[in-house]
C-alpha cells in the first residue's frame, strides 16, 4: 500500500488559480489512457482524502461525485454530502485518518487528492510515499502551490501524455533547516 498525491499542475508549480478555480486544467488535451493516466492510477486506490475546498470545486464544477471510494473530507465547517456517497466530513489529525483509510482501503492504495496544504500535512507526519505530478503547459502566475512544503523528492518515473509531463516521485524525507537546495 502506498500513501500518494496525484495532481495537475501548472509549469509554475500551481494546481488552482487565486480564486481556487481548476477551469484552466479542463481546457488542456490530456490522454485518458496515456502512461501515468488518471484512470490506470484510479484503479489501484482503496480510499482517499481531500480539503474542502477541492471537494467543493468537484461537486460545484463537475458532473456531480462520481467517486465510489472510501472519502474523507477536512472541513471546520459542514458541507452537504450526496445521498448514498462514503464520504466523512472530519477535523481529525491525519495520523488518524490516516490509519482509518488504511483500514478501509483493504492493501490499496490511499490517495490524498489535495489541496497543497492538506498535502503537506501529511508529509509533514511522515505518511506520504508518493508525489504524482502531471504538468500542464500552461502558466498561471499565481494561486494554490502544488505542494507548500521543503520536501526532497527522487524521481522514478517520467512520462509524457498527450501535452502533459508527467513526474512520479519517491518522498525520501523533508529538507531540514540549513539544507542547501541545489539547484
Given at each position: 500500500m502506498t500513501t500518494c498525491y496525484y495532481?495537475?499542475?501548472s509549469l509554475d508549480g500551481f494546481i488552482a488559480t487565486v480564486?481556487?478555480?481548476l477551469e484552466w486544467l479542463l481546457t488542456q488535451d490530456?490522454?485518458?489512457e496515456g502512461a501515468m493516466a488518471y484512470p490506470g492510477f484510479?484503479?489501484?486506490?482503496g480510499a482517499m482524502a481531500m480539503g474542502a475546498h477541492t471537494y467543493e470545486w468537484i461537486v460545484h464544477h463537475g458532473d456531480g461525485w462520481d467517486y465510489?471510494?472510501?472519502t474523507w473530507v477536512f472541513s471546520h465547517r459542514?458541507?452537504?454530502l450526496p445521498e448514498g456517497a462514503d464520504i466523512r466530513l472530519t477535523q481529525a489529525d491525519v495520523r488518524q485518518v490516516h490509519a482509518e483509510m488504511t483500514e478501509r482501503a483493504a492493501g490499496k492504495d490511499l490517495w490524498i487528492a489535495g489541496g497543497g496544504e492538506l498535502v503537506g500535512s501529511f508529509a509533514d507526519a511522515g505518511l506520504l510515499d508518493e508525489v504524482w505530478i502531471q504538468y500542464?503547459?500552461?502558466?498561471l502566475g499565481a494561486g494554490a502551490p502544488v505542494l507548500p512544503r521543503a520536501l526532497d523528492?527522487?524521481?522514478i518515473d517520467v512520462a509524457r501524455n498527450r501535452s502533459f509531463l508527467c513526474g512520479r516521485y519517491r518522498v525520501t524525507g523533508a529538507l531540514t533547516a540549513g539544507e542547501d537546495v541545489v539547484v
Amino acid at each position: 500500500m502506498t500513501t500518494c498525491y496525484y495532481t495537475a499542475s501548472s509549469l509554475d508549480g500551481f494546481i488552482a488559480t487565486v480564486d481556487e478555480s481548476l477551469e484552466w486544467l479542463l481546457t488542456q488535451d490530456i490522454d485518458e489512457e496515456g502512461a501515468m493516466a488518471y484512470p490506470g492510477f484510479r484503479e489501484g486506490l482503496g480510499a482517499m482524502a481531500m480539503g474542502a475546498h477541492t471537494y467543493e470545486w468537484i461537486v460545484h464544477h463537475g458532473d456531480g461525485w462520481d467517486y465510489t471510494l472510501p472519502t474523507w473530507v477536512f472541513s471546520h465547517r459542514d458541507l452537504e454530502l450526496p445521498e448514498g456517497a462514503d464520504i466523512r466530513l472530519t477535523q481529525a489529525d491525519v495520523r488518524q485518518v490516516h490509519a482509518e483509510m488504511t483500514e478501509r482501503a483493504a492493501g490499496k492504495d490511499l490517495w490524498i487528492a489535495g489541496g497543497g496544504e492538506l498535502v503537506g500535512s501529511f508529509a509533514d507526519a511522515g505518511l506520504l510515499d508518493e508525489v504524482w505530478i502531471q504538468y500542464a503547459p500552461v502558466t498561471l502566475g499565481a494561486g494554490a502551490p502544488v505542494l507548500p512544503r521543503a520536501l526532497d523528492l527522487e524521481l522514478i518515473d517520467v512520462a509524457r501524455n498527450r501535452s502533459f509531463l508527467c513526474g512520479r516521485y519517491r518522498v525520501t524525507g523533508a529538507l531540514t533547516a540549513g539544507e542547501d537546495v541545489v539547484v
